[in-house]
């Protein structure tokens, strides 16, 4: 975003002015200005109309009395393309274009003079909702809208216009600062957005709905800088499922990446992903009223048995820690509790106190202050007309609150509906998160807690993403390719190329027990080809099964069949297969593959994904993930693998094709995890000729 784009952004934010340019969706956004209290001027352009919403109407933008801060849009398609022009002349901040009709139904001609048009304005859209700044009281939004903003918030960003009017009606008293539909990105995208509101001191959490991403690299330095100012940065990714990504290009015309690849760039940039709009919601309201705790070591108090059993259940599930109460601690607990009580975490404190607040707040406190990360106490509200206990719940609350306030906090109703209003509200004001259904407030803690410690290991800069040419390319065979990686460096088994009728002179040179493969342009797979024999013991081995590899081969790929023949010495038997590839994508830059390795590699799809470069802590983290690990670690009675032969080996890799541009892919699969050592037993390289 260039300076005079984002001077122009912030015009369109906090303007002095509105203009509305259409008809009646320019009535309902000027009461909508009304509504939030929006207090400057406010111009409708409309040559068909007196006034609007009680505002004298202006013929055209030409007639305004100076150029606009702030314009909302919404006239057809070509009289929209000709106001954005007119509007860059006279020297207007930006728009918000509600108009369709361009790049997301494939008109890109329209879509590239809409962008011409616009110049260094700030363009919202096209086809968006709008922007609603609840900070400075401004909302240039089509639809009647919600939310509320107590000093502090979440600024949400998202692709989908329903989706972002939706979240502004949500009861769950999530603090919000600023909402933006982003629309068609058409010149103002996510990360101008991210970025801008990673300076902005009442954001205290960024809300992103992301359907694609056009520029990678710009999103990472954007990401990046909300990491450095503090500002947690929660995802809803859609358009993961094959039927998700073609309507995500319809709808947008954005161009949705593979699922593994958004996760590698979210858990390289500590962006947390979450999978519905409600998790969405409470996630950034955990975040904005409560804050990021400094671990995963969770307080849990119920005044049920059935609540502590939820809250243990799923805590285990998602790796928070519930540390149960040392000796001193439990006997304090004791002292403190009814008889009927069971001292543990989490602790249900049970009804003959219920609602006193002289006898539960010691019981919080003193399990609170015994040295966790976070707290949460499950309750659920009575509805309005039920109310008669409802002090007791709320005496519970504020002896929580009390109790709790020195770290991240969460009052959580069972079910989302059980918190009313009235108490999320006075909750917010207290800084305790009111929190609305068991597993999405304890997700929405883990959540808090991964990324408190993934910021302490964030690159320092977005990655230089190059561009592919169009040379074409070429899979070098197997032995040309192990040559090439033996040459930096990395372990590969002492082989020999030779025709047929040398291969077992060659393999008595080399030792016996030997592989042996036929080399070809056709026989990248060589186990579905037949191409591949292990554990040949003698020559006469060898001699008998190159005749049997010439015959498989020509029968599965007529005309594949070559006297070219890999002769290597077989590696040691394998604690653990795995794969591992490097490949250049056009719009997530290098990208690292490691899974189970062998022939089931896509049957048992234990995967993990990292972007390029990386670190050997991050390379390590990756291993750990996969179930293959282990294995790894001694599985029944085995001796470990060499893992940091391994992560050496990672490392090696990851420079040595960073170093070579022309490279396109290696996939190694599989590679042999050793007692000692490590082995790649099977190469595929691909580059640029």
């Known amino acids: 975003m260039t300076p005079a784009r984002r001077a ?24 909508e200005c009304a509504r939030i209290g929006f207090d400057g001027p406010v111009w409708p352009v409309n040559p068909k109309r007196s006034e609007i919403a009680g505002h004298p109407c202006f013929a055209s933008v030409a007639d305004l009395p100076e150029a606009p801060d702030a314009v909302f849009l919404a006239v057809p398609r070509e009289p929209a393309i000709e106001t954005i022009a007119a509007l860059r002349t006279m020297g207007a901040g930006g728009v918000v274009c509600y108009t369709a009709g361009f790049g997301e139904i494939g008109e890109a001609d329209a879509e590239t003079r809409l962008i011409a048009a616009a110049g260094d304005m700030a363009l919202v859209g096209a086809n968006c909702y709008g922007v609603i700044n609840y900070v400075d009281r401004v909302a240039l939004w089509p639809f009647a809208h919600g939310g509320s903003f107590p000093g502090y918030g979440a600024a949400i960003v998202t692709q989908s216009g329903m989706l972002s009017s939706d979240l502004t009606m949500s009861q769950r008293s999530v603090p919000l600062a600023y909402m933006i539909s982003a629309g068609n990105q058409s010149v103002l995208r996510l ?55 073609r309507l995500t290009e319809s709808h947008t015309g954005s161009l949705s990446g593979t699922d593994d690849l958004f996760n590698a760039l979210f858990e390289r940039l500590g962006i947390i992903r979450v999978t519905s709009p409600a998790q969405f919601l409470e996630t950034l309201k955990f975040l904005c ?40 601690t439990a006997n ?96 917010v004001a207290q800084g305790v998160a009111p929190m609305q259904g068991i597993e999405e407030a304890l997700n929405a803690m883990a959540h808090a807690a991964w990324h408190g410690e993934r910021r302490n290991d964030l690159p320092p800069r977005a990655r230089v993403i190059a561009s592919l040419d169009d040379r074409p390319c070429r899979t070098l065979d197997e032995h040309t390719g192990k040559q090439m990686l033996k040459a930096a460096g990395l372990p590969v088994p002492d082989g020999t190329c030779v025709a047929g009728a040398d291969a077992p002179a060659a393999a008595e040179q080399l030792g016996f027990p030997v592989a042996l ?35 498989t081969v020509s029968e599965r790929i007529p005309g594949g069949e070559t006297d070219s023949f890999l002769v290597e010495k077989m590696a040691p ?54 179930k293959v690990s282990r294995l790894m670690s001694g599985f029944r009675g085995q001796p470990p693998a060499d893992r940091e032969s391994l992560l050496d080996v990672l490392v090696q890799l990851v420079r040595f094709f960073g170093d070579q541009p022309d490279l396109i892919e290696i996939e190694l699969n599989p590679v042999f995890a050793l007692s000692q050592g490590c082995c790649i037993v099977d190469a595929l390289v691909q580059k640029k000729i």
Not at 224 to 241: D, M, N, R, Y
Not at 322 to 327: R, V
Not at 522 to 533: D, Q, T, W
């Open 8 to 31: 122009n952004l912030e015009r369109l934010l906090t303007p002095r002015h509105v203009a509305l340019v259409g008809g009646q969706d320019a009535v309902t956004v000027a009461g």
């Open 191 to 245: 990360e101008d957005y991210l970025s801008l509101m990673a300076g902005k001191p009442e954001v205290r959490a960024i809300g992103l709905h992301i359907e694609g991403l056009k520029d990678i690299a710009a999103f990472e330095a954007a990401a990046i800088e909300a990491a450095q100012a503090g500002k947690p940065v929660v995802a809803l990714k859609t358009g993961s499922s094959a039927i998700g990504g």
């Open 289 to 328: 009223v409560a804050g990021v705790p400094t671990g995963r070591r969770i307080a849990g108090f119920t005044c049920s048995g059935g609540g502590a059993t939820m809250l243990a259940d799923h805590a285990e599930k998602i790796g928070l820690q519930l540390p149960q109460p040392d000796a001193n």
């Open 332 to 427: 304090a607990l004791r002292k403190l509790l009814p008889d009927t009580a069971t001292v543990s975490n989490p602790l249900d404190y049970t009804t003959p106190i219920w609602g006193m607040p002289d006898k539960t707040e010691p019981v919080f406190r003193t399990l609170v202050d015994a040295g966790h990360d976070a707290a949460i106490i499950v309750q659920d509200y009575p509805a309005p007309g039920l109310d008669e206990s409802k002090h007791f719940y709320l005496n519970d609350a504020m002896s929580f609150v009390a109790a709790s306030h020195m770290i991240p906090s969460a009052v959580c109703s069972t079910l989302p509906e059980n918190m009313d209003q009235e108490t999320r509200d006075g909750l």
């Open 517 to 551: 493969k036929m080399m070809g342009e056709r026989l990248a797979h060589k186990s579905e080809a037949g191409a591949v024999r292990t554990g040949l013991g003698s020559s006469r081995d060898v001699q008998t099964d190159i005749e049997v590899m010439r015959q």
């Open 573 to 626: 038997a394998p604690i653990a297969e795995l794969l591992v590839s490097i490949r250049r994508d056009p719009q997530f830059g290098d990208v690292m593959t490691l899974a189970s390795g062998g022939v089931l590699v896509e049957l048992v799809g234990d995967a993990a994904t990292i972007l390029l470069p990386a670190s050997r802590t991050a390379l390590a983290n990756a291993l750990d993930r996969l």
